[in-house]
């Protein structure tokens, strides 16, 4: 069964200080792999798809990288502005639904 | 830039009620889908359009649950008899083909009394 583990459920970071979020998955001939952000009582706002390991995709702050079995986001001297919820899924096999993560609540300090 | 959109915003109503929800896709995106997402977890898969013609359902879209796209373009979500384990945020979302990305609406926050 196709199934998307994020971790960790939440993480606290001051401005400026750099990390990353994981996303694992397992799925049946994978056909992308997505970020998302969303912000509370909002939708969730696409912001990558990657398609095969080793490839990369950057966005202001933001670096996602694939490999064969997870993704990583890497955020580069957030700012509290990047505080939201970050969402993976992953689309796989001759389905075309979206199996979702249950995220990583970020949090900057200013 | 006209995103996907969804009315209403939010929706209280009392257990046994019937609502709909509806959903506008992005103008040119002919895939629709629908998801459902509950505090603290990810959106969950119920069903998805192209076009008109529903092509997946989610063993999650109970009998009381049914979903039309009459025109191919923009779609309801009508639940039956409402039951508090339907209190969720219901998401919609589209794409212009497959292969594409997914953008999604703001959503219908739905509570159950």
């Known amino acids: 069964e196709d199934q998307v583990t994020q971790s960790p459920e939440a993480l606290r970071l001051q401005e400026g200080e750099s990390s990353s979020l994981n996303c694992s998955y397992t799925?049946?001939?994978?056909?992308?792999l997505f970020w998302y952000r969303q912000d509370p009582g909002k939708g969730p706002e696409f912001l990558f798809t990657?398609?095969?390991a080793g490839e990369e995709k950057e966005k202001e702050r933001l670096k996602a990288t694939l490999t064969k079995k997870e993704s990583f986001l890497h955020i580069t001297a957030p700012k509290p502005e990047d505080s939201a919820t970050y969402l993976c899924a992953v689309r796989g096999g001759a389905t075309n639904k979206l199996i979702f993560g249950t995220g990583t609540l970020l949090a900057v300090q200013p | 830039d006209t995103g996907v959109s969804q009315d209403p915003r939010h929706k209280i109503t009392k257990r046994g009620q019937n609502v709909t929800f509806r959903c506008d896709p992005i103008s040119e995106h002919n895939r629709l889908y629908w998801y459902r997402q509950t505090l603290g977890q990810g959106p969950e898969f119920l069903t998805y359009?192209?076009?008109?013609?529903?092509?997946?359902k989610s063993r999650l879209l109970s009998d009381r649950f049914s979903a039309e796209r009459p025109k191919g373009s923009f779609s309801t979500l009508e639940i039956q008899r409402t039951e508090q384990g339907d209190s969720a945020m219901y998401l919609c979302?589209?794409?212009?083909?497959?292969?594409?990305?997914?953008?999604f609406g703001p959503g219908t926050r739905l509570t159950v009394t």
């Open positions: 359009f192209q076009n008109e013609a529903q092509l997946e």
């Open positions: 799925v049946s001939g994978l056909r992308g």
């Open positions: 979302a589209s794409s212009l083909d497959q292969s594409h990305e997914q953008y």
């Open positions: 990657l398609y095969s």
